[in-house]
């Protein structure tokens, strides 16, 4: 049942090295996107733009960003709105590209959102969009409606208090809206994404859980991680929380209430050089909040889990199935899984997803301490690691294995 995988923690790609300079955060493609639909539909309803629009993010904090271009068709039945990606110095294909928004009114009352050209179609299950709709993911979509019911309604709304798609109609006319999301060259783009290997087609992805880019993906933001870790250190905390992004630290943070935020580190790809950091200033717990995606990467030994230098080893879950009591049937529909959304999914259906998840959980647990054994260079890890596993929400604990520190 136990596997003990190669220990890996691959180099960052070249491309991706420390630059000399601060870096900049930038928006993401769902940032750019609620903002070019409020643009449209201000424009649609008669408004006059100066080039500049102000939208929400889903922290409540407003932003402003500026508009390229607008088109208002003659029968002022359609409008367009170009807002252009500035994704600060990520190193992200989609920085440059034109996100478009096309808005007319329907005869329907409510909002109907879809993807134009450049972008992607989803085909696959896993990724937590309908197979056969278009590639924009979930917190995008509320900020699309949210900008667009600003525009409807004049006013700014509390990013809590978002209509549903449903109740967004014009109150002067009864009329509904439709936005099409479009980006130019979006096809292009794709090709130097994942997006095709994990059955997006045609396009890229509108994605964005906070609708800022920051760059996680940098040597500069190791830096940041293991700073981190050594604040935390000299807190005289001994308890390291590592989050694999925003979603699961808030979730993290619920689960371990009494914990000061000190202790949460958003840890990114750079497991190994947090754990490393922290073997050094002689922490004695760490507990890893995560999805299934990252989990596997780390349960095969992955420690640097960057999408080009890894990837989600799903015959490993398929192995879980087996080891768990799961049919071969089902083993197999595992270990073919588009994605580790998609393998989790499948536990989830066939009633397993609690002892496959804890023992995803446990063997991550191993490579954590074995990790941190070789860093310490003891046979025993210094290091206690406890592991969870939550939804893809972040909030809800799955999951958890691991042992506590004496």
């Known amino acids: 049942m136990t596997e003990n995988p190669e220990l890996r923690e691959p180099d960052l790609p070249r491309t991706m090295k420390v630059r000399q300079k601060a870096l900049r955060t930038g928006w993401t493609t769902g940032s750019c996107a609620s903002a070019a639909a409020k643009a449209a539909a201000l424009l649609l309803r008669g408004e006059d733009l100066p080039g500049y629009v102000e939208v929400a993010l889903p922290s409540g904090n407003r932003v402003t960003f500026k508009v390229e271009e607008t088109v208002l068709d003659a029968d002022r039945e359609r409008a367009r709105a170009v807002v252009v990606k500035d994704a600060g110095d990520d190193p992200d294909v989609t ?22 050209e450049g972008v992607g179609v989803v085909t696959k299950p896993g990724l937590g969009l309908e197979p056969g709709g278009p590639a924009i993911n979930p917190v995008p979509r509320k900020m699309i409606t949210h900008a667009v019911a600003e525009a409807v309604f004049d006013t700014s709304l509390d990013v809590e208090g978002t209509p549903d798609a449903a109740e967004i109609t014009d109150p002067g006319t009864g009329r509904g809206l439709r936005v099409v999301i479009s980006v130019p060259d979006g096809e292009v783009m794709a090709r130097k994404t994942t997006n095709k290997r994990l059955g997006i087609l045609g396009g890229i992805s509108i994605l964005g859980t906070t609708g800022i ?3 996680f993906s940098t040597a500069s933001w190791r830096a940041s991680v293991e700073q981190a870790v050594s604040v935390m250190a000299a807190q005289d905390e001994t308890t390291l929380v590592l989050c694999t992004g925003g979603r699961t630290e808030k979730g993290a943070m619920k689960m371990l209430p009494k914990l000061p935020d000190v202790c949460f580190v958003e840890v990114g790809d750079f497991t190994g050089a947090a754990l490393r950091r922290a073997v050094e200033h002689g922490l004695r717990q760490v507990v890893f909040v995560g999805m299934a ?10 420690l640097m889990t960057h999408y080009t230098r890894s990837r989600v080893d799903t015959e490993l879950l398929g192995r879980i199935t087996t080891d768990m009591g799961g049919s071969a049937e089902l083993a197999a529909e595992v270990a073919r899984a588009n994605t ?15 002892p496959c998840g804890r023992e995803l959980c446990r063997r991550v647990g191993l490579v954590l301490e074995r990790f941190a054994a070789e860093a310490a260079g003891t046979e025993t890890s210094p290091i206690a690691a406890q592991v969870v596993l939550v939804d893809f929400t972040g909030e809800r604990m799955i999951a958890m294995a691991g042992r506590m520190a004496r």
Do not use: C, Q
């Open 340 to 354: 580790g959304r998609h393998a989790y999914e499948l536990w989830e259906a066939a009633g397993v997803l609690g």
């Open 293 to 302: 995606g990252k989990l596997t990467k780390l349960a095969a030994g992955v």
């Open 95 to 116: 920085h440059g590209a034109h996100i478009t928004a096309d808005v007319s009114w329907r005869d329907e009352p409510g909002l109907d959102l879809d993807g134009g």
């Open 213 to 215: 880019v920051r760059p």
